[in-house]
């Protein structure tokens, strides 16, 4: 009898592994609580990964599933909200750890592939941050949310920033571990050796991938921009009414100057991107 649970538990085990992989392929996770039966499962299914780069990877569909959970929470539940930060930021952390645990090598060509194909699932995963994001933001202001609860949710989306950008650097850190020990890299020129490092992230599909997130990245800005210029322009519009106090009138005035600083944020937020695409985004 033992003998026969353990196997349709490993059959079912097996099965949803191989469903979570399929579901969680490309688009960003739409907003949803995630209950106490899927977080069982999600933890089974990482358990019993034990190809540390798969473990990476569904370590942070789980990670960007919290993050959408967050945003619906941001709104509904600022203490669930809370909790669900905490366990996004906790799954972070693992993949960081794993990512720590990965021996470097000495042969180095496969741990540097290796390291492409991780640095690029840790950039889409900023990507996804900044798109769950753009999305909560937008339907903030459609319903008319508080203050308060857009400073919370952009808080907490620039932590998820900041943890992305320590993702992408302890990846470089160890691809450069790798290079230390690679002879052959070692003794090539700096130029040489960035050739061979594009040829690698042509090879993993990082230099695609990340021409694909910069057009969204873009597609994003210019949505972000005409957002907030339309609503500049509705704040501007509202300094016509004639029955305005003086106090209504300045505290219009003084948002009209912040939704302006808002506007120009994000067109030279958009130009520094450009520039930065322009130059190429060093591997």
């Not at 290079?179 to 130029?191: G, P, R």
């Not at 990245?217 to 005409?226: F, G, P, W």
């Amino acid at each position: 009898m033992k003998n026969i649970i353990s196997l349709f538990l490993m059959a079912f085990l097996i099965i949803g592994t191989l469903g979570f992989v399929v579901a969680a392929d490309g688009d960003v996770p739409e907003p949803r609580r995630i209950g106490f039966f899927e977080t069982s499962m999600d933890q089974l299914r990482v358990a019993f990964t034990f190809n540390k780069e798969v473990k990476i990877e569904k370590t942070l569909e789980i990670a960007e599933k919290r993050l959408a959970e967050a945003e619906l929470l941001a709104e509904e539940d600022p203490e669930a909200y809370e909790e669900a930060q905490a366990r996004y930021a906790g799954l972070v952390a693992n993949a960081e750890e794993i990512l720590a645990d990965i021996e470097s090598g000495d042969n180095s060509t496969e741990g540097l592939e290796q390291i492409a194909r991780i640095q690029n699932r840790f950039e889409k995963h900023r990507d996804q941050a900044d798109e769950i994001y753009a999305r909560a933001r937008e339907r903030f202001e459609m319903n008319n949310a508080s203050e308060e609860k857009l400073e919370r949710f952009e808080m907490f989306h620039e932590r998820a920033l900041e943890r992305s950008e320590l993702m992408e650097e302890k990846a470089i850190a160890k691809r450069e571990m790798i290079v230390e020990k690679h002879e052959e890299l070692s003794s090539m020129s700096e130029d040489e050796r960035e050739a061979f490092f594009e040829e690698i992230n042509e090879r993993e599909g990082l230099t695609a991938d990340r021409e694909e997130r910069q057009e969204r990245l873009e597609v994003r800005t210019q949505e972000a921009i005409q957002n907030r210029e339309r609503m500049l322009e509705e704040t501007r519009a509202r300094l016509g009414e004639s029955d305005l106090s003086a106090e209504e009138r300045l505290m219009i005035k003084n948002k009209i100057l912040e939704e302006a600083r808002e506007v120009e944020n994000l067109k030279a937020g958009a130009e520094d991107d450009r520039e930065d695409d322009s130059n190429g985004k060093k591997a």
